[in-house]
Each structure stands twice: as structure tokens, then as C-alpha cells.
T-cell receptor, first 116, second 114 residues
Framework: DTGVSQDPRHKITKRGQNVTFRCDPISEHNRLYWYRQTLGQGPEFLTYFQNEAQLEKSRLLSDRFSAERPKGSFSTLEIQRTEQGDSAMYLC??????????????FGEGSWLTVV | DQQVKQNSPSLSVQEGRISILNCDYTNSMFDYFLWYKKYPAEGPTFLISISSIKDKNEDGRFTVFLNKSAKHLSLHIVPSQPGDSAVYFCAASYYGGSQGNLIFGKGTKLSVKP
């Protein structure tokens, strides 16, 4: 399978703990995105990378969130001191090209986070 | 302020008939539109896209129509099949806007009954 891969698929954690999600994009894609989706809503943009550079962050990405893409390949999204409001599906996506417009973004299967 | 709106939360269609899913947008700068399909507990799967220089794009059973003057697009599925039952998201972006940011609607849940 050469699609976008995310790990873990499901994570249950206690409030206050840190969690980390990993994403492996489609191999030739230079752009990698993180989105978040909650029930009844469409995916909401969090941040994106072009190669290893993090070029944009949404205001949804609070200081407790950090994303990295150290070698321009896989990426990690860490949430520190989790809160119940962080419970959501975290979606990674990738694309080839210069931007969202005109370029199709392909999503992974998502990582479900439940904070109890 | 929701820039991409899918006003019908759900739609039920008989197998073999046409499904029409609608999407309205408010930002006239949007120039690229996409439809994604999503099953529960899975990520969105790309279906079809359309650039603002076109008014129609077709791929098999799926056709997307764009009416720029009305800021409206629709996805037609003909014939509908039970496997098409899923949530469908409309998304939009524009050149010069946030380069990472697809703006999604809230989705329409399609149920295709055998």
C-alpha cells in the first residue's frame, strides 16, 4: 500500500498526558498536511510542511501542539498536556506541487484520539 | 463564518437512481473544488475535482458541475449504488490563499437503499 499511512490508528489517553502521532506520506509527495476532524464537522486545517519546512500554522494549533518533519519524509504531531477538547480524529495528508489550489490532497486513514 | 456550506446534512436515494449533493461557497476567490467521500473511522478519499475554468468534470459515475455565478457546485452520482453510502465533503481552495488550506463543508451523509 503506497498511500498515506498513520500510526497509531487509535489512542486513548488520560487528560494531562502527552501523545504523539506519526504520518508517512506518499513517497514522492513534497507537501504534508495535518488536519483535525470532530464529529459533525469537516476536516479543519492545522499545519503543513513543504519538504522539511513548516510553512503555515492554523490558529487552531495551540502552543501544546507541535509538528515536525525532520527529513522531509515522515512527520510527527505531538500534543502535550492533553485536554478533553483535543479528542478528535487527526488526519494527515500529502500532495505533490506548489499549493492546495490545483493540487489534489490525499488523506490517510486518520488517528483517533480519545482523552479521558 | 462558513465559507463552504453543505446545507443538507443527509440524503436518501434508491439504488439505481441519481444522487445529487450540493455545495455553496461564499468566497469568490476560490478556484479549485474537490469532493471527498468518507466512511466512518476512515480518512476522506478523493473522488473528483474541478477547476474554476471549467463548468463540468466527469469521471465514471461521478460528475461535478460548477456554477460560478451562483457560487454553487454539485456532485451527481449515476447510478447510485449501496456502496456509495458515506459522508461526502465538498472542499475549496484558491491560488494565493493559504497554501495548505482546503476549506471543507460539514458534509452530507448519503444513504443508498437497495
Amino acid at each position: 500500500d503506497t498511500g498515506v499511512s498513520q500510526d497509531p490508528r487509535h489512542k486513548i489517553t488520560k487528560r494531562g498526558q502527552n501523545v504523539t502521532f506519526r504520518c508517512d506520506p506518499i513517497s514522492e509527495h513534497n507537501r504534508l498536511y495535518w488536519y483535525r476532524q470532530t464529529l459533525g464537522q469537516g476536516p479543519e486545517f492545522l499545519t503543513y510542511f513543504q519538504n522539511e519546512a513548516q510553512l503555515e500554522k492554523s490558529r487552531l494549533l495551540s502552543d501544546r501542539f507541535s509538528a515536525e518533519r525532520p527529513k522531509g519524509s515522515f512527520s510527527t504531531l505531538e500534543i502535550q498536556r492533553t485536554e478533553q477538547g483535543d479528542s478528535a480524529m487527526y488526519l494527515c495528508a500529502s500532495s505533490l506541487g506548489q499549493g492546495a489550489s490545483g493540487n489534489t490532497i490525499y488523506f490517510g486513514e486518520g488517528s483517533w484520539l480519545t482523552v479521558v | 463564518d462558513q465559507q463552504v456550506k453543505q446545507n443538507s446534512p443527509s440524503l436518501s436515494v434508491q439504488e439505481g437512481r441519481i444522487s445529487i449533493l450540493n455545495c455553496d461557497y461564499t468566497n469568490s476567490m476560490f478556484d479549485y473544488f474537490l469532493w471527498y467521500k468518507k466512511y466512518p473511522a476512515e480518512g476522506p478519499t478523493f473522488l473528483i475535482s474541478i477547476s474554476s475554468i471549467k463548468d463540468k468534470n466527469e469521471d465514471g459515475r461521478f460528475t461535478v458541475f460548477l456554477n460560478k455565478s451562483a457560487k454553487h457546485l454539485s456532485l451527481h452520482i449515476v447510478p447510485s449504488q449501496p456502496g456509495d453510502s458515506a459522508v461526502y465533503f465538498c472542499a475549496a481552495s484558491y491560488y494565493g490563499g493559504s497554501q495548505g488550506n482546503l476549506i471543507f463543508g460539514k458534509g452530507t451523509k448519503l444513504s443508498v437503499k437497495p
